[in-house]
Every structure is written in structure tokens, then in C-alpha cells.
């Protein structure tokens, strides 16, 4: 008796500790002081928050809590307060309004010590502008035209060669035609020990992007830090190199050692040229490789998708020899295929959405966000709006090419304002070649049961298998 006694003593001691401290986490987040009024919701329990919750629930756990909060509301997740946004016409004023409105980005601490000081994502005001317009410089449509896409063209020419008759697992493929991809218009680096190098360091490095940052042997925050350091070392290795050399190689890396030589724009100096490259090949890896291979998976669901698709590039191909590359004018009038990856971006939700960190208190319709929080500003809801895109759980490419979709104002596949994505036509370019040559030399089907995660990223996590033959 007395046992019993006891355990429901501890049970209550728990219920009421448990509560006690959820109500103080409340009390200290939730109320109104200092002029700031947060919006309504929970902050979940002292330094955890409601983190574990939002990575087992995901796009859910946003649902339940704009049922009962509306579309702006509180939480505490990874490590931060934060006012999770799913209003499109509030999430595009401040992708537009930015910096002017006390909003910079605000991605978590691992990835901003990871991928290094000069890193844009770290970078505000006349610095972000600086690194920006350099970063512009490299991917401009004249440079696509002239030497980005006959790089691109001359890589996945021969990268995808020899594929028929193989079982291929599409997704990790993918990542290495994008990596690849990525090093040779960087510093015209070929596969070989040299990139198998740089593609170790660099998985470790993104792991340790998406860490907690403690900083001990062992952890993935400590690896990635490691791999930063190697990845560093082996740029900089290059850039002597270059330096040695008065050959020229007409790359991303000459253009960046070159750039402000003729007096019109400040110097780059080594460390914001390594910085910029690592970012470069974090924003652009993940993007592509994920959407290429979604592309592949939605194609093979929808073959009227994948016929009207290969008609554009068979005719393309048509006033061609087969060794001739595609030009700029061949990728601008790829109408469809520019479709069927603005709808793959959306369907799959590549981007959940944006982390911003507010630098001041920030008004926000008619709630006052205290300083040092952070704003989720979710764009994935938008993909899934049936006002924007009727039956939008369907696969249909077609949506895009009805409307000018792509100046809609709620259009943020690629965010907007001054940080919207610098690759956005680099980015397409490339996805849409991959396409060119996989559709128009192969036919595939999908192999066995493959799952696909779509949170917190969208993922094959046992591989996307594929048997591919000759078309
Ligand atoms: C399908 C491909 C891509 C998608 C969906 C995508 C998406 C995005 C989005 C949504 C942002 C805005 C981030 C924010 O506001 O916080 C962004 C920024 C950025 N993207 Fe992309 N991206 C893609 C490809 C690329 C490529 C190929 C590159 C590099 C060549 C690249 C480089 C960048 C950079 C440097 C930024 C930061 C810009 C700044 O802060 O000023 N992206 N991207």
C-alpha cells in the first residue's frame, strides 16, 4: 500500500514538474514585455523547445499548430525561439523587405562556422553586396552562353554514357553528376582521386552543417569543422597552383583570381574566393541533385509528361549531328523542360522555406517579434495552395507553361528579394541538360519498392533504383 502510495506521489511530482516547467517556458517567451507581443502558441520545454516534434511530425506538426494558431504562430525548435510564417503575402514582403526591416538570414550556428566567415548566408549589407554581385559575375546568362553550358554539355555528354543495361540507383548518380558537374566549371577538376577527395570532405562537411554545434571528437559538428579544414587546404593548394601558371582555363576559379584586375571592383582576397566556391557547391548540390532525380521519379510516374518532354528534346536533336552540343538558344526554348522542373521544385517541396533572425524588434501583422528571434518563413505550404495551383497534389507541368507562373508574387521556389538564389538559370540550365541526355538516349523503369522521404529533406533512403536501357 505504502508502495503504491509512493509511486503516485512520484507520478503527481512529475505531472506537476512537468507542467511547471512548461508554464515557465510559456511565461518566459510568450509575454507581452519590452513593446514586443509574439504570436500565439507553445514554446515547449526549456532549451529543447518542441524540436523533437517538429522533425518527427514535419509538415504536420506545422498543420496542427496553424489550425489552432492561425498562419503566424510561436514555437522553440533547434535550439531558438521562433515565429514560424505560412501567410504568402507576409512571407514575400519579407523576402522583399529584408535587411531594411531588421531580417537577416538566419540559418543555424553549425552551418554558418562550417561553411566559413565570408560565406553570403553570414554576410550582411555592403559585404553581402560585394560577395553577391562576384558570385553574380560567375553566373550571368552571357556566362552560361559561352563557357558554362558548353562545359555542362561537354560533361554530361560523356558522364552519361553506358548506362543501358545497368540497374543505376538514380538518386546517388545524381549527386555525383551534379558534384561533378559543379568541380569541372569551378576548376575544370575531372573525376579522380582529386574529386573523389573533395566529395568526401564535402558529405562530411554538409552532415556537420545540419548538427548541433558541439564541438567534440566525435560529433558531426566536430567532423564537419575537420572536413572544412581539409577542403580549405586543397583550394588553396589550387589556387598556388593557378597562381604559378599563366595558363588559361577560362573557369569559375580564373574568374574569381582575376576578378578586379581591371580596377572597376575591390579584390577578392583567398579566403572569401574559398568560402564563396564552398558556398557555391552547398547551395547548388542539394538543390540539383534532388531535383534531377525527382524529375526522373515523376516522369516515370506520368508518361504522358515524359513523351511530350522527350518530343522536345528529340526535336532539338533533330537539326543536330550527334556530337554537337547544345547551345544557349536550345536551352532557352526549352518551354516544357523548364516546366517539368519548376513543377518538380514545387510538387516535391525541395525548399521547405527560409530562416530568417530578426536584428531589431520586428512588427509583423500587428505582432511585435522580439529581437534575436528567428523566422521561419515556410514556403511549402504555398506550393500546395489550391487557389495558386488547382489540384495541386497532381504532377502536371503543363500549369506552367498556361500562365507566366514565374513572376506570380507568390512565386518563392527560389526565394526572392535581395537574397533571391543567384543560380536559378544556372541551376535549371544544368538540371534541364541532365534531362536532355538522359531522356533522349535512355528509357527506364523504376526497380522494386524505393521510398522516398519528403522531411525535413527530400531523400531516397535506400536509394532510388532504376533499370535503364537504350531508348
Ligand atoms: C534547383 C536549384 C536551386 C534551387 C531550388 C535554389 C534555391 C534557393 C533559394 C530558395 C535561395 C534563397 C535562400 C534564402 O533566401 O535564404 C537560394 C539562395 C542561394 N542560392 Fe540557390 N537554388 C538552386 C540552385 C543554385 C545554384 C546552382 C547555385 C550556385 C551556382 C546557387 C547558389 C545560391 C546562393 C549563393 C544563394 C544565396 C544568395 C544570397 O544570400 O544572396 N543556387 N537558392
Redesign the pocket.
Known amino acids: 500500500m505504502s508502495l503504491l502510495l509512493a509511486l503516485i506521489g512520484v507520478v503527481v511530482g512529475v505531472v506537476v514538474a512537468s507542467n511547471l516547467l512548461l508554464r515557465w517556458n510559456e511565461l518566459r517567451y510568450g509575454r507581452r514585455r519590452n513593446g514586443c507581443l509574439p504570436p500565439p502558441g507553445t514554446m515547449g520545454w526549456p532549451l529543447f523547445g518542441e524540436t523533437t516534434e517538429f522533425l518527427k511530425q514535419g509538415p504536420s506538426f506545422m498543420k496542427q499548430r496553424r489550425l489552432r494558431y492561425g498562419r503566424i504562430f510561436r514555437t522553440h525548435v533547434l535550439g531558438c525561439p521562433t515565429v514560424v510564417c505560412m501567410d504568402p503575402d507576409l512571407n514575400r514582403r519579407m523576402?522583399l523587405q529584408g535587411e531594411s526591416s531588421g531580417l537577416v538570414?538566419g540559418y543555424p550556428q553549425s552551418m554558418q562556422d562550417i561553411l566559413g566567415r565570408n560565406n553570403?548566408?553570414a554576410l550582411h549589407g555592403s559585404m553581402?553586396r560585394f560577395i553577391?554581385g562576384a558570385?553574380l559575375g560567375l553566373?550571368h546568362p552571357a556566362a552560361i552562353r559561352a563557357s558554362l553550358l558548353p562545359k555542362i554539355d561537354a560533361f554530361m555528354r560523356s558522364h552519361l554514357d553506358g548506362w543501358s543495361g545497368s540497374v543505376v540507383d538514380i538518386q546517388a548518380k545524381t549527386k555525383e553528376v551534379t558534384l561533378l558537374s559543379m568541380l569541372r566549371q569551378i576548376a575544370g577538376i575531372t573525376a579522380g582521386p582529386l574529386s573523389d577527395a573533395l566529395n568526401t570532405e564535402f558529405c562530411t562537411l554538409v552532415l556537420g552543417t545540419i548538427s548541433l554545434p558541439i564541438n567534440l571528437p566525435g560529433t558531426r559538428y566536430y567532423q564537419g569543422l575537420q572536413a572544412r579544414k581539409k577542403l580549405v587546404s586543397m583550394l588553396q593548394k589550387i589556387i598556388s597552383e593557378r597562381r604559378s601558371t599563366i595558363q588559361a582555363h577560362g573557369d569559375m576559379l580564373e574568374a574569381l583570381l582575376t576578378s578586379g584586375d581591371d580596377g572597376t571592383r575591390e579584390k577578392l582576397s583567398d579566403e572569401q574566393i574559398i568560402d564563396l566556391i564552398m558556398?557555391?557547391i552547398y547551395?547548388?548540390y542539394e538543390?540539383?541533385s534532388t531535383?534531377s532525380m525527382m524529375a526522373v521519379k515523376y516522369l516515370s510516374d506520368h508518361p504522358r509528361a515524359l513523351q511530350e518532354l522527350r518530343r522536345e528534346h528529340l526535336d532539338i536533336r533533330k537539326g543536330k549531328s550527334p556530337e554537337e552540343a547544345i547551345n544557349y538558344e536550345d536551352f532557352k526554348s526549352m518551354a516544357f523542360t523548364r516546366a517539368v522542373i519548376f513543377e518538380t521544385?514545387r510538387l516535391a517541396t525541395?525548399?521547405n522555406g527560409?530562416?530568417r533572425k530578426t536584428t531589431q524588434n520586428v512588427e509583423m501583422n500587428g505582432f511585435v517579434i522580439p529581437k534575436g528571434w528567428r523566422i521561419y518563413v515556410y514556403t511549402r505550404e504555398i506550393n500546395y495552395d489550391s487557389f495558386m495551383y488547382s489540384d495541386p497534389m497532381t504532377f502536371n507541368p503543363w500549369r506552367w507553361l498556361e500562365k507566366n507562373m514565374e513572376s506570380h508574387p507568390h512565386f518563392m521556389?527560389?526565394?526572392g528579394g535581395?537574397?533571391?538564389?543567384?543560380?536559378?538559370e544556372?541551376?535549371t540550365a544544368?538540371?534541364a541538360t541532365f534531362l536532355h541526355y538522359f531522356v533522349t538516349r535512355y528509357r527506364w523503369e523504376e526497380e522494386g519498392k524505393n521510398t522516398i522521404l519528403k522531411f525535413p529533406r527530400v531523400e531516397a533512403p535506400n536509394g532510388l533504383h532504376i533499370r535503364v536501357q537504350d531508348y
Do not use: A
Not at 418 to 424: D, E, I, T, W
Open positions: 523576402l538570414p553570403i548566408g553581402h553577391r558570385m553566373v558556398t557555391i547551395d547548388g538543390t540539383m531535383t521544385l525541395v525548399v527560409l530562416l521556389l527560389f526565394g535581395s537574397r533571391m538564389c543567384p543560380g536559378k544556372l541551376g544544368e538540371i
